[in-house]
């Protein structure tokens, strides 16, 4: 059977996403919600509010859609799962309980807690026990991790340095510096350690390991300045060895798996699981209810096997007996990012955008297509990523195609990759 598709996004995720699904012989026809000047040459671009699932069933039931792959997390937490439930469509994606998982850190935390699934020491507050919190602060070692419950668009996580500090944000958040992603606060162990990411499609019961990456949160080289949506990744990761992948396995997702059929969480979709290493075991940063960005922009690509039976596993519930197949060539994203990014920028910009390089794609995320000029419409305009045999060969490659790439005021990081070279056997 072929398959109608609606992808909501418009990231590079998505436009990495619909690459793939677009490639599938079993792909009818792809939309993409609101998807940018990249989606637009593979598949129909619409304008939808993917906030108003009427809106979004209207459109379903007008273009024949089978499935609704969902990118970001938004109308994941906002129950576009189970306001399809009951149609003929298909989500791919948890349910709004399950999306708590991302949505509210201290759930995540005690569904770890209650399935012994290996994560930092915590302790949540909220307005009524502020002085609990203040207490509990003022003995504990530093740094301290303050997390708002909430989705707080990645900027809800505070580390810091000294105590006091600390008390005076539990204080500012607890009284709505994130508004209401704030009203209840999750303080945390500080766990010092290389952090990674693996993600599994799941039915709900099993699941599938997907390549795994590492990401590049900070705008400055050397995982410096202000946190970003995301400079740059790399896939595979060198230290994700056969042992770390066992303890991975049993510590971790497998519990995670456990604890979705005991809290009865139904789950079609990814889950993203940001890890941190510590002393050779992992530990659970955080889970989230979809694939990440621009983590997908070199796990998808790595994807050999057809994506819609991927898919179709999932929805079928067939995960158990799903196979696929990885690619072995390394892949490396670079983003450009707008001149001012993370903090003030300008839209609009005209770019010239060169044809693939060989073994190199160009993801696009902040772009639009104005009739025949592409332009910056974002903060993160472009991933371009690149394959190879090995990572050094793919990092190179990678940062020579983000060096063609034009427009005023672009910026990359030259060194993702770099603090990976350490773990690669010597040549
Ligand atoms: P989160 O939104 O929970 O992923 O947190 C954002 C970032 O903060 C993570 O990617 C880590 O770099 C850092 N972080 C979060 N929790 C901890 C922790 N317990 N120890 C050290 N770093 C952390
Ligand atoms: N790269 C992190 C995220 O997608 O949340």
Same mark, same amino acid.
Do not use: W
């Given at each position: 059977m072929k398959y109608t598709i609606l992808l909501i996004g418009g990231g590079g995720r998505e436009h990495a996403?619909?690459?793939s699904i677009s490639q599938s012989p079993r792909c009818e026809k792809l939309y993409v919600a609101p998807g940018n000047a990249g989606t637009k040459g593979i598949a129909f671009n619409i304008a939808l509010d993917t906030t108003n699932f009427k809106t979004v069933h209207e459109f379903c039931t007008s273009y024949h859609i089978d499935w609704i792959v969902v990118g970001p997390e938004l109308p994941l937490v906002q129950g576009i799962y189970d306001y399809f439930k009951d149609t003929e469509i298909d989500v791919i994606g948890p349910s709004q309980a399950a999306a708590a998982l991302e949505g509210s850190k201290s759930f995540a935390k005690e569904f770890m807690a209650t399935m012994d699934i290996p994560t930092a020491r915590y302790q949540t507050f909220t307005q009524e026990t502020l002085s609990d919190g203040i207490k509990y602060l003022e003995s504990h070692p530093t740094p301290i991790v303050l997390k708002a419950d909430g989705l707080a668009a990645g900027k809800g996580v505070l580390i810091l340095? *000294?105590?006091?500090?600390? %008390?005076?944000?539990?204080?500012? &958040?607890?009284? @709505?510096?994130?508004?209401?992603?704030?009203?209840?606060?999750?303080?945390?162990?500080?766990?010092s350690g290389i952090e990674f990411s693996v993600f599994v499609a799941t039915d709900g019961t099993d699941s599938v390991l997907l390549p795994e990456a590492k990401d590049y949160k900070r705008i400055g080289e050397g995982d410096t300045g202000l946190n970003t949506g995301g400079m740059g990744a790399v896939s595979p990761v060198p230290f994700f060895d056969a042992s770390l992948q066992e303890k991975v396995n049993k510590r971790i997702i497998e519990p995670t798996l456990r604890g979705l059929?005991?809290?009865?969480? *139904?789950?079609?979709?990814? %889950?993203?699981?940001?890890?941190? &290493?510590?002393? @050779?075991?992992?530990?659970?940063?955080?889970?989230?209810?979809?694939m990440g960005d621009p983590e997908t922009e070199v796990v998808f690509p790595r994807i050999e096997s057809d994506v819609i039976d991927l898919f179709e596993a999932m929805v079928n519930k067939t995960i158990k007996s799903h196979t696929i197949a990885i690619k072995e060539d390394a892949a490396v994203t670079v983003f450009s990012v707008s001149g001012g990014y993370p903090g003030k920028y300008t839209k609009g910009i005209a770019m010239t955008i060169p044809d693939h390089p060989e073994s190199c794609h160009y993801y696009h995320a902040g772009t639009?297509?104005?009739?025949?000029?592409?332009?910056?419409?974002?903060?993160?305009?472009?991933?371009?990523?690149?394959?190879?045999?090995?990572i050094p060969t793919a990092m190179r490659r990678a940062q020579e195609a983000a060096s063609l790439i034009r427009f005023e005021g672009q910026y990359y990081r030259k060194d993702i990759g770099m603090d990976l070279l350490q773990y690669l056997p010597r040549a």
């Open positions: 996403i619909a690459q340095e *000294d105590r006091q500090e600390a %008390i005076d944000e539990l204080k500012l &958040m607890l009284g @709505g510096k994130f508004g209401e992603a704030s009203q209840t606060v999750v303080v945390e162990q500080f766990l059929q005991k809290h009865d969480l *139904d789950y079609t979709g990814f %889950i993203f699981i940001g890890l941190i &290493m510590v002393d @050779g075991d992992p530990y659970v940063i955080e889970y989230n209810c979809r639009q297509a104005i009739d025949d000029t592409i332009v910056t419409n974002g903060g993160r305009v472009i991933a371009a990523t690149a394959f190879a045999a090995d």
